[in-house]
C-alpha cells in the first residue's frame, strides 16, 4: 500500500521581541499527521544571493541592450530590418534606444545617407531617424546639413525638427544656410510654426523676410494666398496682401476662395493682428454680401457665415 503524507507549508511571522531586519526567515513545515508535534525550523538566508541575482540579471540586460541596438543599427545601414528585428527593438527602453549612434558617431554621415535613400514609409528609416533625436547638439547640426543635401521636402523636414534642439547661436547660420534655397511652402510653413516657437527675434526675421521675399517673386494669386496662409499678418506688405485676401473672398476659384476665408478668420480672430478698422469693415461688407448672394455655392455663403462669427464689432 501506498500512503500519501500531506504537508502544509505556513510562512510564519517573526516573533514581535526578534530584529524585524533580520536576513534570515524561518519558514515552518507541519505535517497533517503531525501537527500537534514541535515545529522544524528551517532558516534560509537568502538576501545576499538575491542581491547578487539582481545585480548579474543588471548587468546582463545592459549588456544584452547595448549589443542588440548596435547590432541592429550595423543591420539598419546595408539591408531592411525584419518584423523580428523591429520587434526586439520595440523591447528596448527608452534610455538605451539612442545609445547605438550616440557610441558610434563616425557613423553619422552613414545613417543620414540611409535615411534619405529609403522609401519614406520605410520602418528601417523611422528607426533611423529615431537615433538623431538622442545625439548631442552639436552633432545634430551635422546631421542636419547632411539633410538639408537631400531633394525630398521630407527628409528637410526632419531636419527643421531637429533645428530646435541645437544651440541657439547657431540656429540662425543654419536657418540661413535653408532659406537660400527655393524652399516650398510646406517647408516654409514648418519654418514658421519653427520660428515662432522660439525666443529668437532674428530667427523669426529671417523666415518672415524670406516668405515677403517669395510673396513677391510669384505671380500665381493661389501661391501668394498659401504664403499669406502661413505667415503674420505682414507689416511690410500689408495693403498688396489685404487686396488679394479680400478679392480672393468673392473669387470663383474655390481653391482660391478656401485659403481668403481662411487667411481672414486668422486676420480678424487674432488680437495680435493689425487690421485697421477700415479693414475689418471691408471683409465685413464683402462677408455679408456673400451671405446674402443666394446665386453663390453654398459652400461659399457657410464661409461667409463662418467668418461673421469671428468678426469684431466695428
Known amino acids: 500500500m501506498i500512503v500519501t503524507a500531506a504537508f502544509n507549508i505556513h510562512k510564519i511571522r517573526p516573533n514581535e521581541h526578534e530584529n524585524l531586519n533580520t536576513d534570515c526567515e524561518e519558514w515552518q513545515i507541519v505535517s497533517s499527521e503531525q501537527s500537534s508535534k514541535p515545529a522544524i525550523n528551517v532558516p534560509i538566508d537568502f538576501e545576499n544571493g538575491k542581491k547578487n541575482s539582481v545585480k548579474k540579471i543588471e548587468e546582463d540586460t545592459l549588456h544584452q541592450l547595448l549589443f542588440n541596438s548596435e547590432n541592429q543599427l550595423e543591420h539598419a545601414l546595408t539591408t531592411e530590418l525584419s518584423s523580428g528585428q523591429l520587434e526586439v527593438l520595440a523591447e528596448i527602453p527608452e534610455d538605451f534606444e539612442f545609445i547605438a549612434l550616440a557610441q558610434n558617431l563616425h557613423l553619422l554621415h552613414d545613417v543620414v545617407l540611409r535615411i534619405i535613400n529609403l522609401e519614406l514609409s520605410s520602418d528601417t528609416r523611422k528607426y533611423l531617424i529615431s537615433l538623431l533625436n538622442g545625439l548631442p547638439s552639436r552633432a545634430k547640426e551635422e546631421a ?52 515662432k516657437n522660439q525666443n529668437n527675434r532674428q ?97 461659399q455663403r457657410l464661409a461667409s457665415l463662418q467668418l461673421l462669427e469671428v468678426m469684431p464689432n466695428v
Do not use: C
Not at 172 to 186: A, V
Not at 243 to 272: F, M, P, R
Open 203 to 299: 530667427v523669426l526675421s529671417l523666415v518672415s523676410n524670406a516668405i515677403q521675399n517669395r510673396f513677391f517673386a510669384v505671380q500665381d494669386t493661389t501661391r501668394k494666398l498659401q504664403l499669406l496662409s502661413i505667415s503674420a499678418f505682414p507689416d511690410e506688405f500689408r495693403e498688396d496682401a489685404f487686396s488679394i485676401v479680400l478679392k480672393s473672398l468673392k473669387s470663383e476659384d474655390v481653391k482660391n476662395q478656401q485659403l481668403g476665408y481662411v487667411i481672414a478668420k486668422n486676420w480678424v480672430g487674432s488680437s495680435e493682428e493689425k487690421l485697421t478698422t477700415k479693414q475689418v469693415r471691408a471683409i465685413l461688407d464683402v462677408a455679408k454680401s456673400v451671405l446674402n448672394d443666394t446665386s453663390l455655392p453654398v459652400e
Open 144 to 195: 542636419i546639413e547632411f539633410l538639408l543635401l537631400s531633394h525630398r521636402d521630407e527628409d528637410k523636414l526632419i531636419a527643421i525638427e531637429l533645428l530646435s534642439a541645437v544651440e541657439d547661436h547657431v540656429k540662425p547660420k543654419i536657418l540661413s544656410r535653408l532659406l537660400s534655397e527655393s524652399l516650398s511652402e510646406t517647408l516654409l510653413s514648418s519654418l514658421m510654426t519653427f520660428s
